[in-house]
């Protein structure tokens, strides 16, 4: 099984990363604008529309306050398994840092979803610096 691991830092504070990426069915309009382009709840999952047009069903495991970790699967697409994490930690001067995992098969769409995981990383970046200006 293939496993891409994903860091960041940002300006705005754990609080405010953690408050955009725990909002599960914001992600086009709080966390990855562009990226995602729409977001649609359906009982304890959320349907996520990525700006190819391509829509993934992602089951929520763990959305944990305590631990400000994000926990999904996901069907659909190319992927026959994945399973994805996000967490929010302390970082540099007030900031925190994003980590994004992902484990999924089969192991040759490494290329397409570690270029995925980059473009989604950038946005995240630019949106949640962009936090910590307002």
Same mark, same amino acid.
């Given at each position: 099984?293939? +496993?891409?691991?994903?860091e960041?830092s940002v300006? /705005? +504070?754990?609080e405010?990363?953690w ?8 992600l086009?309009t ?5 990226f995602?382009?729409d977001?649609?709840l359906d009982?304890d /999952? ?9 829509k993934?069903r ?11 970790r ?9 992927l +026959?398994h ?5 967490q929010?930690?302390?970082? /540099?001067?007030?900031?925190?840092r994003v ?9 040759a769409a ?5 270029e995925?995981?980059e473009?989604g ?12 200006i307002?």
């Amino acid at each position: 099984m293939a +496993s891409i691991r994903k860091e960041i830092s940002v300006r /705005a +504070s754990v609080e405010q990363a953690w408050d955009a990426m725990r909002d599960i069915g914001a992600l086009h309009t709080r966390l990855v604008p562009g990226f995602i382009t729409d977001t649609q709840l359906d009982g304890d /999952a959320r349907i996520v529309t990525f700006a190819n047009g391509s829509k993934v069903r992602e089951r929520i495991v763990t959305n944990d306050d305590q631990v400000r970790r994000l926990v999904w699967t996901a069907t659909g697409g190319l992927l +026959s398994h994945h399973n994805g994490a996000a967490q929010i930690e302390g970082g /540099a001067d007030g900031g925190a840092r994003v980590i994004w995992t992902a484990d999924f098969l089969p192991d040759a769409a490494t290329p397409a979803v570690d270029e995925l995981m980059e473009h989604g990383m950038s946005v995240m970046q630019t949106t949640l610096n962009q936090l910590a200006i307002e």
